[in-house]
Structures are given as structure tokens and as C-alpha cells.
């Protein structure tokens, strides 16, 4: 059922008319049926309406802030289009046989065992059990089936459970890595990290070039919320292990309001002071495993409350403003500023240049020794680091040119806001056993 149609019947009561920005296909959160949906605005939020004929009606916030989301939409449109693809290829995910033939991230799950159990966790990994690891064959099976299908360019970043638990996980880097792939990092909760500093080393001897990892605040009550015990002293000590192997670390909070949302600025001085490249904040999204009080499809927490969150608390330092869409993708799932770390303050790269002349680079997720060397922008070429051009799309995958430092926020769609239009243009794929390529926000809420 249309919307407008419901509005007109006697359940309209259940869902509040709101002024309609663009119309789309979702998913009943109930029963996951394609339905048709509305993304649609009150005036200072964004969300998206559907009404299952069998469910009912639903509502999911998917901006908290309408400026800032009509922000993020007029900075370029995606680099791909969707286009038509046949079940066999492996871009085909079964929701719909268009999609954006074009992938900048291949996370593959080798393990499903975990060494916690966090009462907040996407991937809902039970405790130490779970179906049995992929093995050394069925990865390498998937990777090659990757490889023939994008090449070796694209990073492929290792994940679970936690991909420090699988046995053979020094045989898998190093077979990625043999085959010529220039990217290579994983998720982590650091646990292990922490505990065997050698094994840090035994990583990054093996190919692995950085770790995505789990860091949600600087106190203990954050993590006792978030993680179900405190586990700062580790999450530091994890820090410490991967810098002295010569891995790159990108701290990936989980933003909560009423937990960590009060605690940004923090998090970034902390980064910033403890050598990391950068942050990637990931607004909760009540998908996988999460206590009930985060089940609030209209509270969640959305990209424009972290980028405004930023900015009240850096007095301005850094502004929601200097923070652009990456339109790799649709332009509504990710936004990064690139900064310059220069006498203790961050200085968006985008206050000294012209967002024009540096659109490409965000558009292609460069990373900081790809800046510094485009002439064009004429910034101290001295910085980087780098001793070979630097083919990595992205910027997470590399060591970070000194000085410089990168601050993403990435949002996952859950059952309530999934928008079928930003699926087709997802760019971030789970990499199946089977090699299959399959947008990560569809595999979390339908496919896993």
C-alpha cells in the first residue's frame, strides 16, 4: 500500500503525514517483504514511511537533521549507476538485479566465534560458539573468485566474530597478500591484540597493513553499557601493540545516545594524541544484537547528530560543515573531513582548498599521501611518507602521512529506514564463502 492511500484510511492515525521528499522500496520490518516507501521530511528531520499490507505501517529516522542531509545529497551523485545484472554475477544479491557494478570494500567473516559478548554487536556473535570458521580452502576460494571479479586493487578487510580467534588467520593474511592484494585489515575488538603484543608483529610480518578497531569511549561506563564490561585498559594497551608492530589503527567508535554521544571530541583528542590515522564513527543501529532499549526506530542515533555532536563540543574547532558525503556511494551513508593536524588543532583540508579541487579525492576515498602528492594542491609534499605512488583507493588502508589525520562517519541501514535505492548503489559488500558479492547493510538485516 502507498502511503497517501493509507493517510486517506481509517489507521491513519498510526503514522504522521510528513512532506515527501522522494519515493523508493523498502522492506516490511516484520515479515521483510519488498513494500513501496516514501523518505519524507517534518521540516527538521528525515525519515522514511512504508505500510506493509500485512503489518501495518512503519517509520525509521534516517537524518536527524534536514539541512545537513540536503547537504549531503547535492555533493555529486555516486560514481556508479545501477545497471542490470543476471543471477549468476556476482554483484547479484537477489532484493533486485540492479545494482552499482563497482565495489571499494570487500568485508569477509572468516570466523563467527567471538571472545565477548556485547550486548550491542551488528553481526550478533554468540560467545565462543556459532557455526564452525571458514576454512584456509573456503577463503581462498572467495577471495579468488573476488580477485577474477575486481581485480586486486579493492581492500578487503578481514572481520567475524573476531578474526584473531581463527586458527590459520597468519596463513589467510598471507595468502591474500601472495595474491597481490595491496590492502589488507581487519576488525577487531583487540582483545587478543592486548594480550599477545607478538602476535600484532606476526600480523603485520604476514601482509596485514591495519586494524578497524573497536574503541567506543574513554571511560569505563561506556563500555560497561556498550561491551558489557570495561575494557579500556585493553583497548589502549591494543593501541600500543599494533604501533609498535607498524600497523595503522583506525578507531571505529559505536555511537549511542545516552552513552558515548556526549563523549566525541573526546574520542578524536584521544585518537589524535595516540598516533591513530583517524576515526570512523558508526552510529548504533539497532541490527543484530541489541538490548531493548535501543530498539527505538525514531531515536536512533543518525550521522548529523555525530558531525553536530563534533562540533558543540570542539567549540566550533571543527564544524558539521567541513564534513563531505562520500559519493563512492550513495551520498546519504558516509561522510569524511580530511584534516591536518598542525599545533595540536585539526585543520579541515577544505578551510585552505577549495572543496572543488579536492572533490575528487573524497569522491575516491584517497588516501593522504595521494593528496599530498596531486600538484594541483601544492601542500607540504615533505609530510608524506610514502616511497611509491599509492594505488589504495582508500584511506583507511594505509600508513598515515604524518601530520594528517581522517575522521568518517559511516551509517548502516537497519529493518525500519532500509532504502532499496541506496542498496543498488552500496559499494561496501560482504564477500560470501561462495564469493558472492552482497551490499553489507542487505546482509546484516536480511540475508544473515
Partial sequence: MRIDQFLKSENKDKISPKKVINQTESICPECMQRIPAE?????????????????????????SDLELYQKACKEGSPNAKP??????????????????????LAILEITHHCNTNCPICIAKTPHQKGKPPLTLKQI?????????TVGTKVPIQLSGGEPTLHEEILKIVEM????????????????????????????KESGMDGVFLQFDGISSPVYEKIRGRNLLDEKIRAIESCQKA??????????????????????????????????????????????????????RTTISDVIKGIEEQSAGELKAADFYSVPCQDQRCAVISYLLIREGKLLPLTRIVDYSKVKSHYGNLSNWDTILKDP????????????????????????????????????????????????????FHELTSEGRLVPFCYYNIVRK
Fill in 376 to 427: 594541483e594542491l601544492n601542500l607540504d609534499s615533505q609530510s608524506c611518507t610514502c616511497s611509491s605512488p599509492c594505488c589504495c583507493k582508500s584511506p583507511f588502508y594505509n600508513l598515515k602521512a604524518e601530520g594528517y589525520f581522517i575522521i568518517g562517519c559511516h551509517s548502516f541501514q537497519d529493518r525500519w529506514n532500509f532504502d532499496l535505492e541506496r542498496a543498488r548503489l552500496c559499494c
Fill in 39 to 63: 523518505v519524507v521530511t517534518d521540516g527538521k528531520a528525515v525519515y522514511l514511511q512504508k505500510v506493509c499490507p500485512e503489518h501495518g505501517p512503519s517509520e525509521g529516522l534516517v537524518w
Fill in 140 to 148: 581462498e576460494r572467495a577471495v579468488e573468485v573476488f580477485q577474477d
Fill in 246 to 299: 607498524g600497523l595503522s589503527i583506525i578507531i571505529q567508535p559505536t555511537v549511542v545516545k545516552g552513552v558515548n554521544l556526549d563523549e566525541l571530541w573526546d574520542i578524536v583528542q584521544f585518537a589524535v594524541n595516540a598516533g591513530t590515522a583517524g576515526i570512523d564513527f558508526l552510529p548504533f543501529t539497532p541490527t543484530g544484537r541489541y538490548p531493548s532499549w535501543g530498539e527505538d526506530p525514531i531515536s
Fill in 176 to 203: 591474500i597478500k601472495n595474491r597481490g592484494f595491496e590492502s589488507l585489515a581487519m576488525d577487531s575488538n583487540g582483545l587478543l591484540l592486548a594480550r599477545r603484543p607478538y602476535l600484532a608483529r606476526a600480523l
Fill in 83 to 104: 545497471e542490470p545484472v543476471s543471477p549468476g554475477n556476482p554483484f547479484y544479491y537477489g532484493l533486485c538485479n540492479q545494482v552499482a557494478k563497482r565495489s571499494c
